[in-house]
């Protein structure tokens, strides 16, 4: 089993910056890839940007050259998040796959006003 906890969520102003992390436990060493989500009231939750074990990283178009994915230890993810949009507004879910499955946190708050 592995446990997911999100942090770094908030308000801020479009242009703006916010880095969210993702501290995983439990069968850590049985993570493959990592990686972020979103959703947006009304909206089905969407990719924003993977990492895997092996360090390649996938981002959504959306976010490219916005967004940047880390993993900067077996258990810790983060996501830089730059030139912030009121788009970009949503719930955040770190991911981890593992024992052929995905897990899931509890979801951070992001809100970017215009």
């Known amino acids: 089993q592995v446990q997911l906890v999100e942090s770094g969520g908030g308000l801020v102003q479009a242009g703006g910056s916010l880095r969210l992390s993702c501290v995983a436990s439990?069968?850590?060493?049985?993570?493959?890839?990592m990686g972020w989500y979103r959703q947006a009231p009304g909206e089905q939750r969407e990719l924003v940007a993977t990492i895997t074990s092996g360090g390649s990283t996938n981002y959504a178009d959306s976010v490219k050259g916005r967004f940047t994915i880390s993993r900067v230890s077996k258990n810790t993810v983060y996501l830089q998040m730059n030139s912030l949009k009121p788009e970009d507004t949503a719930v955040y879910y770190c991911n981890a796959y593992a024992f052929r499955r995905d897990y899931w946190g509890q979801g951070t708050q992001v809100t970017v006003s215009s």
């Open positions: 439990g069968s850590i060493f049985s993570i493959n890839a």
